[in-house]
């Protein structure tokens, strides 16, 4: 088999140079080998899930036979979804608001908007546990999904600020000509919003959908703080197994909802790379 | 051009109403009711007098909870400085790789960010814990070691002593470092990429070594992707709560933990409340630091 002749890395072509390729691959090892082994050691045979005994899926069918962690999951499921459909469309119109208009109290508007990015998780979760205990506590005994609402909202109150960031900056390479184009041409508003607007918009809903899909999925601490004895998530449910011991039950429940978010990942930069390619193409 | 509102007055009212009301309603009167908490006193079991007391925040900037304070902000600082050493020669890398490499090194350090933040930190503990897989591998090196030296016929070595790599400072350290590393490399990277090439080919022909090149020409340039990095990763570390309390000892405890037991099992919410506002203060410090930082590198630049 014939190699192509090695040449000497050019001046600028770090990745070429042998103690970059070993940093760069020393932190893949360590960011990858945990997940590696943890998804690895759910199908191992032995409790004690260090040393490798045989092959099993029976794991996978005690987490599956498992009705609260799977009644965890579906929440956690439920809640993302939810959630991500609120914040796409809150998102989505607090872009548009910051993007059209000028109004007084706009820059205090537009610092509020950016406080549930950077306030620390803890405090929000906190905020939420005395809100919905004291302020506006969330009725008892609702039937599922009602029951879920508390941790609906929390999660959309900081998910949908991230949403609006990134259909923000989407609209950034909006042509305003088009939208007074449509309006001359007759277009009522909410038909200009809807058919020049939201298509264009439509890569930066996308990426914001995923986006608000997995900071749901993936949040504790607020969801620790919101939840109550009958509304638990799957992050809620693995804390408390954690803390009795450590199961490969876990490890296959892990498994499945890593593969889930890599699996939704893939479908989303997939998407957005068919955008681009269609648009390179136009 | 914007529009101003008064343009298009039912237009504006549909279109911010709803995420203005959210954003009033489900989140700045639940912090502001923490924030009137923080000035209460507690006086029943249930209840809370809004006494507009100081006593809180005197609590709080005692010695004790000044410590633990102090020891979040080092442990999230030494987090950033691990991230940002680490962090830099990856996004360098990164930033110089051809298209396809670039793109793949790009979803793999991406990757793990959209995983479970607990089942990395539980991915972890698996790793780490005394019968874990680095114990493992140095047990299994202590013993073929101590096999080649009764060999040689030198004295065989002890027994194996596991290491402790969990439950401690160490461990939250390395669990925060693991958890937060793409918040840094990310930032980074686009940093690096947008830089001006020529200007590292100048500082190479005219004869400067890498390093040098790296510290006195790359390092000033990125410095704005440096800070934001340092923000997004300084952040979240000072807040963490779920490392610390997963991997941390009895002496790990950061800031997070202390406001988490007043608010589930101490039941003291005016306290915890002061306590979460000076770490929201704490935060807005360190956005104002890095605010300034950029605003000079930029007038300088």
Redesign the interface.
């Known amino acids: 088999m014939a190699r192509e002749p090695k040449t000497k890395p050019g001046p600028l072509e770090y990745m070429r140079r042998w103690p970059l390729r070993v940093i760069v691959g020393a932190t893949l090892l360590f960011l990858y080998l945990p997940l590696i082994t943890l998804m690895v050691f759910s199908f191992n045979d032995s409790r004690r899930n260090i040393v490798w005994q045989g092959f099993t899926f029976k794991y996978y069918e005690k987490a599956f036979n498992n009705s609260s962690l799977m009644e965890a999951f579906s929440n956690s499921l439920t809640i993302a979804f939810v959630c991500t459909v609120l914040s796409v469309i809150l998102g989505a119109l607090a872009a548009v608001m910051l993007w059209r208009f000028r109004f007084p109290g706009k820059t205090v508007v537009e610092g509020s908007m950016a406080l549930p990015i950077v306030v620390p998780e803890i405090c929000m979760g906190v905020a939420m546990l005395v809100f919905f205990a004291r302020v506006m506590p969330w009725p008892q005994g609702m039937p599922w999904p009602f029951n879920l609402g508390a941790i609906i909202i929390a999660h959309t109150s900081f998910s949908f600020p991230f949403v609006a960031t990134v259909v923000r900056a989407r609209l950034a390479s909006f042509n305003r000509e088009l939208e007074e184009a449509a309006k001359d041409l007759g277009a009522s508003e909410w038909r200009t919003f809807w058919d020049v607007l939201v298509p264009h918009l439509q890569p930066g809903l996308i990426a914001g959908a995923l986006l608000a899909f997995t900071l749901s999925l993936d949040d504790f601490v607020i969801t620790f703080f919101t939840a109550g004895p009958e509304t638990i998530t799957f992050p809620v449910k693995v804390y408390s197994m954690l803390r009795f011991s450590v199961t490969p039950e876990v490890n296959a429940a892990s498994t499945v909802l890593i593969v889930l978010t890599v699996a939704l990942t893939a479908i989303g930069l997939h998407l957005q790379s068919r955008n681009e390619d269609r648009k390179a193409k136009a | 051009?914007?529009?101003?509102?008064r343009q298009?007055r039912?237009?504006?009212a549909a279109?911010?109403a709803?995420?203005?009301v959210?954003?009033l309603l489900?989140?700045?009167?639940?912090?502001a009711?923490?924030w009137a908490?923080s000035f209460g006193e507690n006086v029943g079991p249930v209840t809370i007098d809004f006494t507009g007391t100081f006593a809180n925040y005197a609590r709080a900037l005692g010695p004790l909870y000044l410590g633990i304070f102090w020891k979040s902000i080092l442990v999230a600082g030494l987090t950033t400085l691990l991230c940002l050493l680490?962090g830099f020669?990856?996004a360098?890398?990164?930033?110089?790789?051809?298209p396809r490499?670039k793109a793949w090194?790009l979803?793999?350090?991406?990757?793990?960010f959209?995983?479970?933040?607990?089942?990395?930190t539980?991915?972890?503990?698996?790793?780490l814990?005394e019968?874990?897989?680095v114990n493992?591998t140095l047990e299994w090196l202590w013993t073929n070691a101590s096999g080649v030296m009764t060999l040689a016929g030198l004295q065989p070595l002890g027994e194996f002593e596991p290491l402790t790599l969990l439950y401690n400072n160490f461990a939250v350290v390395i669990g925060l470092v693991?958890v937060h590393?793409?918040f840094m490399v990310l930032p980074l990277y686009s940093a690096l990429d947008r830089m001006d090439?020529s200007l590292?080919?100048a500082s190479?022909d005219l004869g400067a070594g890498h390093l040098r090149t790296i510290l006195l020409v790359v390092v000033p340039l990125a410095a704005p992707g440096i800070a934001s990095g340092v923000l997004i990763t300084f952040?979240?570390a000072?807040?963490a709560?779920?490392t610390p309390d997963?991997l941390g000892g009895t002496d790990s405890q950061m800031i997070?933990n202390v406001?988490?037991r007043q608010?589930k099992r101490a039941n003291d919410?005016p306290f915890?409340?002061a306590l979460?506002?000076l770490?929201?203060y704490l935060?807005?410090i360190a956005?104002a630091i890095q605010a300034l930082v950029q605003r000079r590198s930029e007038r300088r630049g």
């Open positions: 051009m914007e529009q101003t509102w298009a039912s237009a504006f279109i911010a709803p995420p203005l959210w954003l489900f989140f700045l009167i639940p912090l009711v923490i908490y680490v020669p990856v360098l890398a990164i930033a110089f790789a051809g490499t090194l979803l793999l350090i991406m990757l793990p959209w995983t479970n933040l607990l089942i990395r539980y991915a972890l503990i698996a790793v814990r019968n874990g897989y493992f693991y590393l793409p090439r590292m080919e190479l952040i979240p000072l807040g709560y779920l997963l997070a406001i988490e608010f919410w915890g409340a979460s506002f770490l929201m935060t807005f956005i």
